[in-house]
């Protein structure tokens, strides 16, 4: 697949989870070629269906019950739902952890056998910028967010070795319009090529659980893609063109921990009851 207009049969029903988010709003236009009709979820209130290629329905992923009716008639979902920041563990767990068993029961329960799962660099954020990782090297979260996102990928694992629902877990960078700073200038992840790799992680056959890392092809390259190629995903954007706005803005001081690790500010947000 090279581009979003040779996509293969689309599915008829693809589930977006987080649709209401910053992602999500995004999402709800530019996958649109892989499904006939979207399903579009999310706790927060949303715009309503724009046409018969859209439905939407509200659902609070910590409600099993909910998630299990969310998911009947779907045949791939996209699970880019929960909290994406940063919070208090009560938070993390009920949308994040609760959120994400009920979305691979409810796969498991109606036959669901592609997820996309929205994973994040947070699962590896205390490695250093000085390494180049893969994704076998050891897991290093961040953070409550990152340790729910390395949650969700053992959940991927098991539900593929248990049941045999195929995961892509895309360890996400960070996809904004444009880099905010100079970290982002290695972890940047355009719209563009997001969706191509949503896209490649649907249809490419037999990708068990596999796990990739979501960024552009940036000039500096923190992460080592090579066990994900058989998805075929070569980014075409980079954060260069950006480059002069970015270093127009002061450096970082010398022990800000976003020139240190690679999950930056995650590394020291929190703890939240002192």
């Given at each position: 697949?090279?581009?979003?207009?040779?996509?293969?049969?689309p599915?008829?029903r693809l589930l977006?989870?987080g649709?209401?988010?910053?992602?999500?709003?995004?999402l709800r236009?530019t996958?649109?070629?892989?499904?006939?009709?979207i399903?579009l979820?999310?706790?927060?209130?949303?715009?309503p269906?724009t046409?018969?290629?859209?439905?939407?329905?509200?659902?609070?992923?910590?409600?099993?019950?909910a998630?299990h009716?969310?998911?009947?008639?779907?045949?791939?979902?996209?699970?880019?739902?929960?909290v994406s920041?940063e919070?208090?563990f009560?938070e993390?767990?009920?949308?994040n952890?609760?959120?994400?068993?009920?979305?691979?029961?409810?796969a498991r329960?109606h036959?669901?056998?592609?997820?996309?799962?929205?994973?994040s660099?947070?699962v590896?954020g205390?490695?250093?910028q000085t390494?180049t990782?893969?994704?076998?090297?050891?897991r290093r979260?961040?953070?409550?967010?990152g340790?729910s996102?390395?949650?969700?990928?053992d959940?991927?694992s098991?539900?593929?070795?248990?049941?045999?629902?195929?995961t892509?877990?895309i360890r996400?960078?960070?996809?904004?319009p444009?880099?905010?700073?100079?970290?982002?200038?290695?972890?940047?992840?355009?719209?563009?090529?997001l969706?191509?790799?949503?896209?490649?992680?649907l249809f490419?056959?037999n990708?068990?659980?596999t796990?990739?890392y979501g960024?552009?092809a940036?000039?500096?390259?923190?992460?080592d893609n090579?066990?994900a190629?058989?998805?075929?995903f070569?980014?075409?954007?980079?954060?260069?063109?950006?480059?002069?706005?970015v270093e127009?803005?002061?450096?970082?001081a010398?022990?800000?921990?976003a020139?240190i690790?690679?999950?930056?500010a995650?590394?020291?947000?929190?703890?939240?009851?002192d």
């Open positions: 697949m090279t581009s979003t207009t040779t996509t293969p049969t599915f008829n977006l989870t649709a209401a988010g910053g992602l999500g709003k995004v236009e996958l649109r070629p892989y499904a006939t009709v399903r979820s999310d706790i927060a209130s949303m715009e269906a046409g018969p290629h859209e439905e939407v329905m509200p659902c609070d992923l910590s409600d099993k019950a998630v009716s969310l998911c009947e008639g779907v045949d791939a979902i996209a699970h880019f739902g929960g920041v919070r208090p009560e993390i767990l009920e949308a952890i609760r959120g994400v068993f009920h979305i691979y029961e409810a329960k036959g669901i056998k592609r997820v996309i799962f929205a994973s660099n947070h590896i205390f490695h250093k390494e990782i893969d994704a076998n090297a050891p979260p961040d953070s409550y967010y340790l996102k390395s949650y969700g990928e959940m991927a098991f539900y593929f070795d248990r049941y045999g629902i195929e892509v877990s996400i960078g960070s996809s904004f444009e880099p905010l700073n100079r970290r982002m200038m290695a972890t940047w992840l355009s719209y563009r090529d969706t191509d790799l949503i896209g490649r992680s490419t056959p990708v068990g659980h796990v990739v960024a552009s940036n000039r500096d390259v923190w992460w090579h066990m190629a058989h998805l075929g070569t980014p075409k954007d980079t954060s260069e063109v950006f480059r002069d706005k127009a803005q002061p450096p970082y010398p022990n800000d921990p020139l690790y690679q999950g930056g995650f590394c020291e947000a929190g703890p939240f009851d």
